[in-house]
């Protein structure tokens, strides 16, 4: 299917390499072949390498030269794991050895005895004589009658600061609960809503108060950092404890103590921990009623763009030679083969920080800036992720001066790190280490191409054609540690004379998402092509996730994937363990299920309109689902429906649930409400409508809506009609919060 476009604007994410690497707008036809979705505002601009992001996580322990005074530590007496400690008893005479790594700052070497040192991510593991780099999910304990080099990253403690003198020890709080002390250790991911305090008791306190008003232990560790006071999100607060990390950073924590087992083993048994299959968030709170509650909207808050925060290091990495493409193969045109008879490129996808990769750190000379387009997502893990469509990455940006064209990638990812929405406020995204090719900022991207592909668009490059993935929806959760994407890839083909763009689409790709360790979120392509040019998008437009009996996070249950065509939504689905399988996919058919696949001509809704952007939710506080979407009339609005069920729908997970039931079933057995407006986003700075629109489900912890809370996070993204290496760039991802009766 192709689509010619004239000048100004376009409807799905593309961004063209032209010749004179300037950016120049199209427009799209309203026609639903060319994507499911999104009439976007775009612009054609420079192709380079495109590939994967991956975000970085300091460390505590670190390689370096070994100095002449060494200090012996010792075990905590209450567990024979110190992992907890060993980043903060620093003697003050302590003679420091020089720092020759990208890891700024003086380093003192320390001799350990009965160690255990944990890294579920990447660290330096001591050995007898000398030090080695592992990608470690295990402990490793050293034997207490051998004396083992570490590389400690010196520390000084402020003021106001509990570290290091009460590492490990017992703190009561001022409601009287007990928790263990611990000094630089993070906690990844596994947040209820941050909190601004102005001391490490007040951080404890919210944690007591959140417990408190539950009724039951939902916040189990508070970290204060005592460096942040009077800033924001100085005060996180986690509802679980895997993988605990010693970090080089000033952190001060408290783990409550639930038992007397748990102060000597929280934090061991925490850091060597890969995950909880029921660690996925806070526990839902459901509403007591035997009918569903009608869903209204009380209040919004217009947060603002969105600001980027680049890493200031990158992984430094010799990659293979690049494929060379059979002349024949370098045509105008699509090539399915491209997509499915090659491996992955190493120029893209993540590049994940582990033992080979931490000492490939080098620190980037520039600090990129970034124009993008799309901006949904999600959380998996506990990491808050947004993922984008076409990315352009530029040389640093001023009031005064424009950045230099570096590089252009079909997809890019970043994460929320300081959840500022909670607050009120625009949101801050960093983009990770593994995301930059080299030292001045040139983009990798997210979700990987194959060799083919890539090797395509490196000889295409400057002739307008170029193969790109698109991924356009909220992300379907998978289970407690991944989620998947099925994203549309698209061939783009530039008329270099009259910048006519036309855009096929190919198929689609099925992407995995994880959180990525300490290096950030990678997107692996499970299935290079799950669906072919001539068949419903499905899943572009995104799903949902049926969990089963054993709860959210779990292996059971089913995923329900939408098909958006002329006319409505469609609906297949499979179990989690066959979404990359084809034939593991069942279609509804208007009457019943079947393995037959439904055309793009079918008219077996489950839900009429002409949509754009789709999120559907289960509700707890409702009791009920609710759909949330922009329509493809361009009026930069949201709407929302709820299913009219004649009674509350519980989950087979909940208190009284039916354990056999598949309650996202529900929505084929009733009907759905009217159309409401949710939210008016206003157009962009350029006059232009807004698109993109999306749910981050989740983002409120305990508060958000689908976890029983009233509290929803928006977030859509507006065009500027301004140079995209401006400092405002050519979009605007900007969010807002709605509250719900």
């Not at 490990?168 to 007990?178: E, I, K, L, N, P």
């Not at 895997?242 to 103590?257: K, Q, R, W, Y």
């Not at 790190?417 to 090719?437: F, K, R, V």
Request: proline content about 6%; aromatic content about 10%.
């Amino acid at each position: 299917m192709k689509l010619s476009l004239p000048h100004r604007g376009m409807t799905i994410a593309g961004l063209v390499f032209l010749a004179t690497l300037t950016f120049t707008q199209a427009l799209l036809q309203n026609d639903r072949r060319l994507h499911h979705k999104q009439l976007h505002h775009k612009r054609s601009a420079a192709l380079a390498s495109s590939g994967s992001c991956v975000q970085p996580e300091p460390y505590g322990i670190h390689q370096s030269e070994v100095s002449d005074t060494a200090i012996e530590l010792s075990a905590h007496p209450t567990t024979k794991a110190v992992s907890t400690s060993i980043a903060r008893l620093f003697p003050e005479d302590a003679e420091v050895s020089k720092n020759k790594y990208p890891y700024q700052g003086p380093k003192i070497t320390l001799k350990v005895r009965a160690l255990e040192i944990s890294a579920p991510r990447s660290s330096i593991l001591a050995d007898n004589h000398h030090k080695t780099c592992s990608q470690a999910t295990h402990s490793k304990l050293i034997p207490e009658d051998t004396l083992n080099e570490v590389i400690i990253e010196k520390r000084q403690a402020t003021s106001d600061s509990i570290c290091p003198a009460t590492n490990g020890t017992t703190y009561t709080s001022a409601a009287g609960v007990q928790y263990q002390t611990i000094c630089s250790i993070n906690i990844p991911g596994q947040d209820l809503p941050f909190q601004t305090v102005a001391t490490f008791e007040d951080c404890v306190s919210a944690c007591d108060t959140i417990n408190s008003n539950a009724g039951e232990d939902n916040c189990l560790a508070a970290i204060f950092t005592p460096n942040r006071v009077n800033d924001a999100n100085d005060c996180y607060l986690k509802y679980a404890i895997d993988n605990a990390t010693p970090v080089d950073a000033l952190l001060d924590g408290a783990i409550l103590i639930v038992s007397p087992s748990a102060a000597q083993s929280s934090i061991s048994n925490s850091a060597t921990t890969s995950g909880s299959s029921t660690g996925y968030g806070p526990a839902p709170n459901y509403a007591s009623s035997k009918f569903i509650i009608i869903p209204e909207v009380a209040y919004s808050q217009l947060h603002g763009p969105t600001q980027n925060y680049p890493t200031n290091q990158y992984i430094d990495i010799t990659l293979p030679p690049d494929l060379t493409l059979m002349k024949s193969l370098l045509t105008v045109g699509v090539e399915v083969d491209l997509s499915i008879d090659y491996p992955i490129s190493a120029d893209t996808g993540v590049l994940p920080l582990n033992s080979t990769t931490i000492p490939l750190l080098t620190d980037l000379t520039d600090t990129p800036h970034l124009s993008r387009d799309g901006g949904k997502g999600g959380i998996v893990d506990g990491a808050n992720l947004f993922i984008f469509c076409d990315t352009g990455s530029y040389s640093t940006t001023t009031d005064n001066t424009n950045g230099n064209f570096l590089a252009f990638v079909s997809s890019s990812v970043a994460t929320d790190t300081g959840m500022y929405a909670l607050y009120g406020n625009p949101i801050h995204l960093e983009d990770g280490i593994g995301e930059w090719s080299d030292n001045v900022g040139r983009m990798r991207g997210f979700s990987p191409l194959t060799a083919g592909e890539q090797g395509y668009n490196l000889a295409m490059q400057g002739q307008g054609q170029r193969y790109a993935i698109w991924p356009e929806s909220s992300i379907i959760p998978l289970d407690s540690q991944s989620a998947i994407l099925f994203a549309p890839i698209v061939y783009d083909n530039v008329d270099m004379t009259t910048r006519v763009a036309t855009f096929t689409y190919t198929g689609a790709t099925l992407l995995t998402v994880t959180a990525g360790g300490g290096g950030g979120p990678i997107a692996e392509r499970t299935v290079d092509r799950i669906w072919e040019d001539d068949e419903v998008e499905w899943g572009c437009v995104g799903g949902i996730r049926s969990w089963g009996p054993s709860g959210i996070g779990g292996s059971d249950g089913m995923v329900y994937i939408f098909g958006n065509v002329r006319g409505g939504l469609l609906l297949a689905k499979a179990p989690p363990s066959g979404v990359a399988n084809r034939n593991s996919y069942q279609y509804w058919t208007g009457n019943s299920w079947s393995y037959g696949m439904q055309a793009p001509t079918s008219n077996a809704y489950f839900i009429p309109g002409s949509f754009m952007d789709v999120d559907v939710f289960y509700s707890p506080r409702h009791l009920t689902f609710i759909i949330v979407y922009m329509t493809i009339y361009a009026d930069s609005t949201f709407y929302y429906r709820y299913l009219q069920a004649d009674q509350a729908i519980l989950p087979p997970y909940a208190p009284g649930g039916n354990p056999s039931e598949d309650y996202v079933a529900n929505i084929l057995q009733y009907s759905w409400s009217e159309e409401y407006t949710l939210y008016k986003t206003g157009t962009g700075l350029s006059g232009a409508y807004t698109y993109a629109g999306g749910v981050h489900q989740g983002y409120f912890a305990a508060d958000d809506i689908v976890n029983g809370g009233s509290k929803m996070l928006l977030s859509w993204t507006a065009p500027t009609g301004l140079d995209p290496a401006s400092e405002t760039s050519e979009y605007q991802i900007i969010t807002a919060e709605i509250d719900w009766v």
